[in-house]
């Protein structure tokens, strides 16, 4: 699944918890959302919001400066033909004032 790859991935080249569900008891992690996919000729395009969260939004816009750096390197992987920042952006959760930045991502993979 394109999914472990990316959190395995992500989780060897960053310092922080990488998942899909937030951990309890830290201020700083990444967490990744597969928002859809199409197929091809059996070759796959998923799109990925992968959300940095930090203590202050400073903490978060960092953590995504790490995010897109690692990201660039995950066409290295057989698996992955492209890698294509779509954008990024202050995304901030105004209701539990959490801080965090997001990135979307199109991964073009078998």
Do not use: C
């Not at 830290?26 to 990925?48: C, E, M, P, Q």
């Not at 995010?67 to 492209?82: F, R, S, Y």
């Not at 920042?85 to 993979?109: A, G, M």
């Amino acid at each position: 699944m394109i999914e472990t790859l990316i959190i395995d991935y992500l989780s060897e080249h960053l310092e922080v918890f990488v998942g899909m569900e937030a951990p309890e008891e830290t201020a700083d992690y990444v967490l990744i959302d597969k928002t859809g996919s199409s197929r091809t000729n059996h070759i796959i395009t998923s799109s990925f919001a992968i959300q940095s969260y930090g203590a202050t939004l400073y903490d978060a816009m960092l953590l995504n400066a790490e995010v897109t750096e690692a990201m660039d390197g995950l066409i290295e992987l057989d698996q992955i033909t492209k890698v294509e920042l779509e954008t990024d952006y202050n995304f901030t959760n105004t209701e539990t004032k959490q801080y965090r930045w997001q990135s979307v991502y199109n991964i073009t993979h078998y």
